[in-house]
């Protein structure tokens, strides 16, 4: 059964990437979900994300109506059932509406609350990450293979990603993000989901983020462990409901790097 969902997870990945293709690179109207409220960064949505996510809630409803579906869009439904998908039409809005390849649509499946399967699309590139059963797979321009993560072991060495500084709100947290950013040999800035799958591919050591919702975490979840890297919050505990997130490597670096932001 766990191959039956992994085929249908892709076959939601390139409905979604079919509808977000249709309005990347053109003119779009942009709503701000954090209008209104003070202090708060700008968070878009389009007509692309509602599109997308409303089609793959059609097609999950109609092939399995039992389970249930979490979506960054619109209201969960079945929220209780023993499988939920767990959907992010377009993650990394800003990049789509920029212009930037810099998204994906993410599709997580959870078992009793526990993320079990993900897969990130990035139609525009014609890539595709997928977590299932202890493995991590790649397709895409490159080729078909299997993902690993990199051993790191010392910070001075790695190269850390974060969506963006000033996403980290809380003062405390910025300090110690700033800390770890400190203590390592380069940052880069913007890649939301596809940070984590570079984590996976080898090409970067760290991921650490704040502020992250279950649609922003369940489907990378899979991937990560999958290739042998390490996920979780920043005091070490599940990441599964999302909140303050670190990725790593390697075990190793993941316990250097939770030194420092815990100290």
Not at 80 to 91: C, F, K, T
Request: net charge negative.
């Amino acid at each position: 059964m766990g191959e039956d969902y992994c085929a249908f997870a892709e076959e939601l990945a390139a409905a979604a990437g079919r509808v977000a293709l249709e309005y990347f690179r053109r003119p779009l109207k942009v709503d701000d979900k954090a209008a209104g409220v003070p202090g708060k960064e700008f968070d878009p949505v389009t007509e692309a994300d509602r599109a997308a996510e409303r089609l793959m809630r059609e097609m999950i409803a109609a092939r399995y109506p039992d389970h249930g579906i979490a979506g960054e869009e619109f209201a969960d439904t079945n929220a209780g059932a023993e499988l939920v998908w767990v959907l992010d039409p377009i993650d990394g809005t800003k990049s789509f509406l920029s212009g930037f390849p810099l998204w994906g649509t993410l599709i997580g499946l959870m078992e009793r609350g526990r993320p079990v399967l993900g897969l990130m699309s990035q139609p525009f590139t014609g890539e595709i990450f997928v977590g299932w059963g202890g493995k991590a797979r790649y397709r895409g321009p490159a080729g078909a293979r299997d993902l690993k993560t990199r051993a790191c072991g010392d910070l001075a060495a790695a190269l850390l990603t974060t969506t963006s500084p000033q996403l980290i709100e809380d003062a405390s947290d910025q300090a110690r993000y700033r800390a770890l950013e400190e203590k390592v040999r380069l940052a880069r800035y913007g890649g939301d989901c596809y940070g984590y799958c570079m984590l996976a591919d080898g090409q970067i050591d760290l991921v650490a983020e704040t502020g992250l919702k279950l649609h922003d975490i369940a489907a990378l979840i899979p991937i990560i462990e999958g290739a042998g890297g390490v996920i979780s919050d920043w005091q070490g505990g599940t990441p599964n409901k999302g909140g303050r997130i670190l990725a790593s490597g390697c075990p190793s670096l993941h316990e250097a790097a939770l030194e420092i932001l815990n100290s």
